[in-house]
């Protein structure tokens, strides 16, 4: 995109054109790079710990999709009541707890999981009393979570109601096909839950950036603003492009200083870092996804040497771009065979493809 389009840009409703596009790219890079699901049917009184799973990889974000029944979700003090075609999401795996009644045994359905890989879904069940709730629990992780704005962006909590709300909600249906998916393993049906809970997180997500009542500061509020939008939408659009802040300032409509410190107030940072920074995350999923030299990518991420790239790579991320690689490598290559059980099973649990009564 050059200055030649700035006219254009000017005049288009930020509302449909500049945000919808960057909307549209966030999500768009929410690519799912690993996931994790097992049905939870608990019945009577329990209680879970508010301590994070250990099973979960870091930076993993964690769920709980309501098929059946109803609960409690405790988090910072505060309780929440969870009802039948509720997502409860977590995206930075805050600790939490989640119970029916009060006084009932404690539970921990993360240490009675069995050994990966599995072939089905597994199902703990617990007690034999009466309000029996049926709930998908789990995570994923999503390559959006290495770029900081957005990341900066989410709640600790996330909370969407399906059933009873104001939207056309087909997110319900999808809660349901999911359940059949759980009760009628066949082969692939795997992936196809893979990509339903994929679809499941990405309109959880839109919901949180659909809002116009935007206010403060933040990636999601600067998207909303007309200069700051228009000034992102240049970025994204042309990361390669050597920008400079006076064309950035002048397709956005403010001048230098004015852009600078617009930019600064919402976002933190100067426009020069967060091109650095899109740049620095779209090296990490080349180095992810391609087997393209490091010298090359460094590069196309605006960096003279492949030494300057190591640095700030390094100083970004915690590790150098090689040894980045590995990890993401391996990371893939293990998959699901990396979930094991943090303690032997208990007793009490019967793992089983459930016949409860479908939502």
């Known amino acids: 995109m050059s200055l030649a389009a700035t006219p254009e840009l000017l005049t288009r409703n930020p509302r449909t054109g500049v945000v919808g596009d960057l909307l549209s790219e966030a999500l768009r890079r929410v690519r799912i790079t690993g996931s994790m699901q097992y049905c939870f049917m608990p019945s009577g009184e329990w209680a879970t710990d508010a301590s994070p799973a250990p099973y979960k990889p870091r930076d993993s974000i964690g769920f709980h999709i309501v098929a059946g029944g109803t609960c409690w979700l405790e988090f910072e003090g505060e ?168 064309e950035l300032a002048r397709a956005s409509g403010l001048s230098r200083s004015a852009l600078a410190e617009h930019f600064a107030g919402c976002l933190g940072i100067s426009p020069i870092r967060y091109l650095r920074d899109w740049r620095l995350y779209l090296a990490s999923l080349r180095l992810r996804h391609s087997v393209d030299a490091i010298v090359v990518i460094a590069q196309e991420a605006g960096y003279g040497t492949e030494a300057a790239f190591n640095r700030a790579f390094a100083k970004r991320f915690g590790i150098p771009p090689a040894e980045w690689r590995r990890t993401q490598s391996a990371l893939g290559a293990s998959g699901a065979s990396a979930v094991r059980a943090a303690a032997p099973r208990s007793a009490s649990v019967r793992i089983a493809k459930t016949t409860a009564r479908r939502p």
Request: contains cysteine.
């Open 79 to 246: 309780r929440t009541t969870l009802v039948e075609g509720d997502i409860a999401a977590f995206p930075f795996g805050t600790g939490h707890a989640i119970g029916v009644g009060d006084g009932g045994p404690l539970i921990d359905p993360g240490r009675d999981l069995p050994p990966g890989p599995w072939g089905e879904v597994p199902v703990l069940r617990y007690g034999r009393g009466a309000h029996e709730l049926r709930m998908l629990c789990g995570y994923i992780q999503c390559e959006a979570m290495d770029f900081l704005p957005f990341r900066n962006v989410l709640p600790t909590f996330i909370h969407v109601r399906t059933l009873g709300s104001t939207h056309d909600d087909w997110l319900a249906q999808t809660i349901r096909q999911i359940v059949i998916e759980v009760d009628n393993p066949i082969r692939g049906g795997g992936s196809v839950l893979e990509r339903l809970t994929e679809v499941t997180f990405l309109e959880v997500l839109r919901r949180q950036f659909l809002p116009e009542d935007v206010q403060g500061s933040g990636w999601l509020a600067a998207v909303h603003d007309p200069a700051l939008g228009r000034c992102l939408s240049l970025i994204h659009a042309e990361p390669t492009r050597d920008w400079t802040v006076i």
